[in-house]
């Protein structure tokens, strides 16, 4: 999948998703946020400059976000992101209350959306992780011009001596036969098992 995929999942079928930011004393932070647009630029939400989310994104504008969509563990779809934000002011506000009309019955009138400004968080990098295909599928995108950095683990090919270690803990079978091992990060779900038991340390941490 795209980036832009994600987002629109993220946005159209997640929805609404908790934020984490900054206090003043650097300590986190959570909120639940609706993600009203998305786009190859990035994710756009608002808030009232009243409010303490606000002066949060204005005094550190970073954020981490985390969705999730589904019944149960096993059907869950789940989408991380984290960045920088940015304050578009009034940009997109029409678009945004025209493509989410629920926001009316919050803010009614022109003068009491006079307290909201639009954000967009522009660039950074996420995972998506969907549970409900076995193995798991996970995804790391980036956006805004960032690079993704790995996470999991992975087999240095030199040091492996082909032992069965790694390949007989893997809870998803995502370790190959051949030898040397090759994990298949699309499928791993970071447990570190393989980690822990390989005798000889081919196995390294990433992130």
Known sequence: MTTTDIFNILQGEIHSTVFA????????????????????GGLYFLT?????????????????????KGSGTLSTVAVSVRGAVRNIGKDRLTE???KNP??????????????LEVFQLYKGEGEYFDLSQLPPFRQAFSFGGEAVHETGYRIDAETCI???????????????????????????????SCFRVCPVKAVT???
């Open 21 to 40: 930011t900054l206090d003043q004393n650097g300590l986190p932070q959570t909120c639940v946020i609706d993600l009203m647009l998305a786009d190859e």
């Open 48 to 68: 009232a400059k009243g409010k303490s989310f606000y002066d949060r994104l204005t005094a550190r504008p970073f954020v981490a976000l985390s969705g999730m």
């Open 96 to 98: 945004i209350f025209e």
């Open 102 to 115: 629920y926001m009316e019955k919050i803010y009614p009138t022109p003068k009491s959306r006079e307290a």
């Open 162 to 192: 082909g032992c069965q270690g790694c390949h007989s803990v893997c809870p998803q079978g995502c370790i190959s036969n051949t030898i040397p091992r090759v994990i298949d990060s699309s499928h791993c779900i970071h447990c570190g």
């Open 205 to 207: 941490k990433l992130g």
